[in-house]
């Protein structure tokens, strides 16, 4: 039996938390970001001895006041380095504060691992950590893991001390085989005050399960069915999140000319804006798909959405996928004629390598010519309708389109853009026109509020690849008004100015939300709701908050804040704005959008505060 629940523990001990935490660190974890409880005396004191006894062989805590941004910063860190990073919550109710960031973490696949403690399992002192607080039997519920269970690749429960490495290396497993995901581990406080022998596990048994290549047999299918097409489209989402995949399939638009490549936008840009066959985003409607005779649906959730846009009925289709399947979603079928489950670079580089080799006259023939040029000239003909669409209005204010173009032009080349824009993200995505790999990325998933843990998550992933605090590559977060509060201002700019994790944010300020309208619009296009404003519909935020001000007072006043109108407040605020971030503070602005893709009466831009 360990100590009583009073009694001091040894300064010596080496106890199951002590050991969570080497595993995490011999696993790669270089961080985790903390909302601590009762549940959490042994996770506390080896936070301090382990900042003592192993320096910088430890994982850096980050506290953050709200587990909605803690998760959501592990998730964007993760989507940089495809490293699983920890989050510590506590107990069910902080569980349940993960709330949206959990379900984005599963639909955006990045690999997390969640720890949460339990109630103490023992009342009369049995154990060391057994319940010494009210709180202890009102936060004891029958599963808690059941809150989470079904977004998580895995759930366990850390029930003994001695094989709490193997668990979270087993969890670790599950987070970074395809399809990545969240992992859920949980343990009571008596399991993590266990006293244990120290012992290390041979970290090569522990790595993901990976997944193979196509059989000659599907080879031999998607080549020859490609080179047979006469419009195909290859239709992705998730392959960009391994930054050699753009390149893959800039390789196989090469080959097979003609081909052209629709990003649904589930994560990170998949293939550069700068090749012809190069067509934007798309949220599953696009004129490309109702035309193409053979569609390639290449690790992607939603390639087409049939009540708006379905192919012709004569189109072949082939997914090729991690999670072909979609086991996750309970609704979801392709009409594919195969349907193959393996790494999508690897089958990508396989087709461009097995047409070099077996079909190399035919792809270099006078047809696929033609095609090449064809396809140039309606990639200039995009650039130019794009390149419009950023024109101010006569009154010198901007839309959108206007607005990313001046921020994209004032930004560093080798911008990270976390986008979390909601209606406006198609005509950002155009203005970005992202062309290195990793340099666009979004949720993926549908709770809105991940963008602005996330992208301090990515600042901090890219600082950390690159030595340290300001090394990185510039973040700039564009997020929609409604978004951003939904990100929890508060707690992000905060946590940005504690720990030195500078971002520029650009809130797309439209006076609300316009995506249930667009919703209602879809189902109800002559209805009642198409008829009043957006105050009568209940998705009005007039009066417009200080989005800027919010910022401002949570950071302790350091955060660089303004809001502009015009495109000449856009001139004079943005070089000030990416001043302040390469400084090293944060800085918010806020933009009136009152173009063609929104209206804002607004007063003179300042500054804030």
Known sequence: MGEPSNGEAPKAMYTASFAFFEALWDAGVTHCFVNLGSDHPSIIEAMVKGKRDKGDKFPRIITCPNEMVALSMADGYARVTNRPQCVIVHVDVGTQALGQAVHNASCGRAPVLIFAGLSPSTIEGEYRGSRTEYIHWIQDVPDQKAIVAQ???????????????????????????????????????????????PYEINQE?????????????????????????????????????????????????????????????????????NHPA?????????????????????????????????????????????????????????????????????????????????????????????????????????????????QPGEDGMFGTSCLVSHVRKACPPDTIFVVEAVTNAVFTSDQVQATIPGSWINCGGGGLGWSGGGAMGVKLATDFQHGGAGKGKFVCHIVGDGTYLFSVPSSVYWIAQRYNIPILTIVLNNEGWNAPRKSLELVHPTGEGSKVDNKALNISFAPTPDYAGIAKAASGGQCWAAYADTVGDLERLLPQAIGAVQGGVSAVLDAHLGGPQGKFGGGKAALVG
């Open 278 to 390: 190069w067509l934007g985003m798309r949220h599953g409607v696009d004129e490309s798909i109702k035309t193409a005779d053979v569609i390639i649906v290449l690790d992607c959730d939603v390639p087409f959405i049939l009540t708006q846009c379905r192919p012709k009925a004569s189109a072949k289709i082939i997914h090729i996928d991690v999670d072909a399947l979609k086991q996750q979603m309970p609704v979801h079928y392709i009409n594919a004629m195969a349907k193959y489950r393996v790494d999508a670079e690897t089958a990508i580089r396989q087709i461009t390598s097995h047409i070099k080799d077996q079909f190399s006259s035919k792809v270099t023939s006078q047809v696929f010519d033609e095609r090449w040029s064809k396809l140039q000239q309606t990639y200039r003909q995009r650039l130019e309708k794009i390149s419009k669409e950023a």
């Open 205 to 273: 048994h522990w790595g993901p399960a990976e997944l193979g290549a196509l059989t000659p047999k599907q080879l031999a299918n998607v080549a020859q069915t490609l080179v047979d097409a006469e419009g195909p489209l290859l239709i992705t989402g998730y392959s960009g999140r391994n930054h050699a995949c753009p390149q893959a399939l800039v390789e196989l638009a090469d080959t097979v000319r003609g081909l052209r490549v629709l990003d649904t936008g589930g994560c990170d840009m998949s293939f550069p804006a």
């Open 151 to 197: 977004y998580c690749r895995y759930t366990g429960e850390i029930k003994r001390g001695k094989n709490v490495k193997q668990m979270v290396n087993r969890a670790l497993s599950f987070a970074t085989s395809e399809p990545r995901g969240p992992v859920y581990l949980y343990g009571t406080r008596e399991a993590m005050e266990e006293d244990i022998e």
